[in-house]
C-alpha cells in the first residue's frame, strides 16, 4: 500500500498547488532549522542493456536542509528486473548536513523492456516519499492529449469560457510533464498551472483547465503547449476561438429614390444593434461614393440618421460604422440612394479645377447667347418664359457655383420642338487661368444620352459642347 498512497502524494500536488520545483524536488534552505532531501537525477534509463546483459547506474541523495536528514527507507514497487544497493552503506541512515549518498540501481534485462520506480523515505516533512523512474529496454513513456484540440466557439467580447484538455500517459512508462503553456493569443488561458512538474505513470491522467476571453471580435488561434521529459518532448493542441457579437450597423435610405437636386433622401441608422446588449455610442456615416463632379455631403452631426439631398443624377453610396460603450466598431454597412431627373431635358456640368468661374448655358431654338433666349446666371435663377403659355417648357437654372467646381444644372420639364444649343463660357475674371477641363452630361428622359469633357481655358470664351434636337417627344443628341 505504500506505493499507492505515496504516488497519490504526487496527484494531489497537481491540484493542490504544493510547492515542487527543480524536478520533483521542493527545497526549501530558506528555514534552515528543517531536513531537507534532494534526489538527482530524476530518472534513470538503461535503453542500451542487450538483452540477458546486466547494467548498472547510480543517483544520489543528498542532505541540503539545516538539519541532520534520517533516511529510513529505500525500495522499488516491484523489483523484479531492477535492485538497488548503498554504494558506501550509509543508507538507510543518517545524512548530516551537507552530506550525500550514492544508490546503485542494477537493471537486469529479461524481456523487452521494464519501468520501476525507487523510492527513497526520509524525515523532510515537505517531501518524505522521493521517486526515482527506472526505464530499462525498449519501454518508453508517451503522452497522448484529449481531445487533440480545443474550438472555444464563438462569444461575445469579455465573456469568459471554460474548457479542458486531458494529459493521459500513454507509454509503457511513467512521463515527467515539466511545464505548461499557451502559445500565441492571450484570449486563452490555463488556470490550474501551478503544481509543475507532475509525473503519471501508465494509463493515468491529468486535466488542464483552460479559459477563452475574447477581448474583441475576431479570430483567436493559439497552441497549449506541454513539455515532458525526453524522449516525450513537446506536445501541442490547438487552441481557436471566435470574438462574435458586438455592434452591428443596419443603413438603408428611405426613399431609396429621389429626385435630382430637388428630392431630399434620409440615410437610417437608428436599427443597429449591439448583440451583447451593449450600448450604441456612435454612429460614424461617411459618403464613400457618388457621381463625378457632385459636391454634395451628408448632413453634419452625430445622430442616427442623416439627411442627404442630391446635387447630380447618380449613385450615391453612404456607409455606417456604430461603436458601442466598450469601443469596438461594426463592421460598416452601405446603402445606396438613387437620383433621378424627373425633367424631360436635364443638362449637368462641372470642372476640374477650383478658382475659375465656369457657366452653363442652353439657347433655345434661333436663340442668341446672353438673351432671354439664352438660360444662363444672369436671367434663369428664375425661370425663362419660353414657347407655350405655361411653365412645362420654360428652362430653369437649378444650380449656379462660382468658386468651387460645380455642378451647375439646367433643366425643361417638357421641352417644346426645336434644337437647343449647349455651351460654356469661361467667366472673364476668375482667379484660375490655367487649362480646366469641362464635363458636360445631357440627359434625356431621365436616361443619360450624352457626356463630353473639353479643355476650356481662355477667359471670356465660349465652347459650345452639343445641340439636342426635340421633335414629338424625342431628342437628337449631336455634339459641335
Request: glycine share 12%; hydrophobic share 35%; aromatic share 8%.
Amino acid at each position: 500500500m505504500r506505493h499507492g498512497s505515496t504516488f497519490l502524494f504526487v496527484l494531489v500536488g497537481l491540484t493542490s498547488g504544493c510547492g515542487i520545483d527543480n524536478g520533483i524536488i521542493k527545497k526549501h534552505t530558506e528555514n534552515g532549522d528543517l531536513p531537507v532531501i534532494d534526489v538527482s537525477p530524476e530518472s534513470l534509463s538503461f535503453s542500451d542493456t542487450a538483452m540477458g546483459a546486466s547494467d548498472s547506474k547510480v543517483f544520489t541523495v543528498s542532505s541540503v536542509g539545516g538539519v541532520d536528514l534520517d533516511v529510513t527507507d529505500i525500495h522499488m514497487d516491484t523489483g523484479t528486473a531492477f535492485t538497488w544497493a548503498s554504494m558506501d552503506g550509509k543508507l538507510p541512515g543518517t545524512l548530516a548536513v551537507g552530506d550525500s549518498a550514492d544508490i546503485t540501481v542494477t537493471y537486469t534485462r529479461a524481456s523487452e523492456g521494464d519501468y520501476d520506480t525507487a523510492w527513497v523515505a526520509s524525515n523532510d516533512t515537505d517531501n518524505p516519499d522521493v521517486p526515482v523512474l527506472l526505464y530499462g529496454g525498449d519501454v518508453t513513456p508517451a503522452l497522448t492529449l484529449d481531445p487533440t484540440s480545443w474550438d472555444a466557439g464563438a462569444h461575445a467580447a469579455g465573456d469568459v469560457v471554460s474548457g479542458a484538455i486531458n494529459m493521459i500517459s500513454s507509454g509503457g512508462a511513467p512521463v515527467v510533464i515539466n511545464d505548461l503553456s499557451i502559445s500565441g493569443d492571450s484570449a486563452f488561458t490555463i488556470t490550474n498551472s501551478d503544481a509543475l512538474p507532475i509525473t503519471l505513470a501508465p494509463g493515468q491522467e491529468s486535466l488542464v483547465e483552460l479559459e477563452f476571453s475574447p477581448p474583441d471580435i475576431g479570430t483567436y488561434n493559439a497552441d497549449l503547449v506541454v513539455d515532458a521529459d525526453s524522449p516525450v518532448g513537446t506536445v501541442t493542441a490547438p487552441l481557436t476561438g471566435e470574438g462574435a457579437g458586438g455592434p452591428i450597423a443596419i443603413c438603408s435610405a428611405d426613399p431609396a429614390e429621389v429626385d435630382a437636386i430637388s428630392g431630399t433622401t434620409t440615410f437610417i441608422g437608428h436599427n443597429s444593434y449591439d448583440t451583447g446588449g451593449r450600448s450604441i455610442t456612435a454612429y460614424t456615416w461617411t459618403l464613400i461614393s457618388s457621381p463625378s463632379g457632385s459636391a454634395a455631403a451628408l448632413a453634419r452631426g452625430s445622430s442616427a440618421d442623416r439627411d442627404f439631398t442630391p446635387d447630380m443624377a447618380g449613385t450615391y453610396t453612404a456607409q455606417l460604422v456604430v461603436t458601442n460603450d466598450l469601443g469596438q466598431s461594426s463592421e460598416p454597412c452601405e446603402a445606396d440612394v438613387e437620383a433621378i431627373p424627373t425633367q424631360d431635358f436635364w443638362i449637368e456640368m462641372y470642372w476640374t479645377h477650383s478658382g475659375d468661374d465656369m457657366d452653363l448655358h442652353m439657347l433655345k431654338p434661333s436663340g442668341t447667347k446672353e438673351t432671354n433666349g439664352d438660360c444662363y446666371y444672369a436671367n434663369c435663377t428664375r425661370g425663362l418664359e419660353w414657347g407655350a403659355s405655361g411653365p412645362t417648357d420654360n428652362p430653369s437654372l437649378d444650380l449656379d457655383d462660382i468658386p468651387g467646381t460645380g455642378p451647375e444644372n439646367e433643366n425643361i420639364d417638357a421641352p417644346a420642338d426645336g434644337t437647343y444649343t449647349v455651351g460654356v463660357q469661361d467667366y472673364p475674371g476668375s482667379v484660375y487661368n490655367g487649362t480646366n477641363d469641362v464635363t458636360v452630361n445631357i440627359y434625356i428622359g431621365g436616361a443619360l444620352q450624352w457626356s463630353d469633357t473639353r479643355n476650356v481655358n481662355s477667359e471670356g470664351t465660349y465652347e459650345w459642347f452639343a445641340t439636342v434636337a426635340w421633335a414629338s417627344g424625342h431628342a437628337t443628341v449631336t455634339p459641335m
